[in-house]
């Protein structure tokens, strides 16, 4: 698995491929109006939106092998 070497999640949807990049951004829409008082950060490659320091979830693509 190829993991991504990026540090913020704009560029990680950026990033990410066309096809799936709508998901993704609609995703990370709905936890950031969800989810009140929680960060923004990339950890393991992949964006996470965590709350006093613990992930509370996470979301990334990947390819079916």
Do not use: C, N, W
């Amino acid at each position: 698995m190829v993991q991504s070497a990026v540090k913020d999640a704009d560029v990680y949807l950026v990033e990410a491929p066309e096809e799936r990049r709508d998901a993704l951004a609609s995703l990370r829409r709905l936890y950031q109006a969800e989810l009140k008082g929680v960060g923004e950060v990339v950890t393991y490659g992949m964006p996470v939106h965590q709350r006093d320091g613990t992930s509370e979830i996470a979301f990334a693509s990947q390819r079916d092998v």
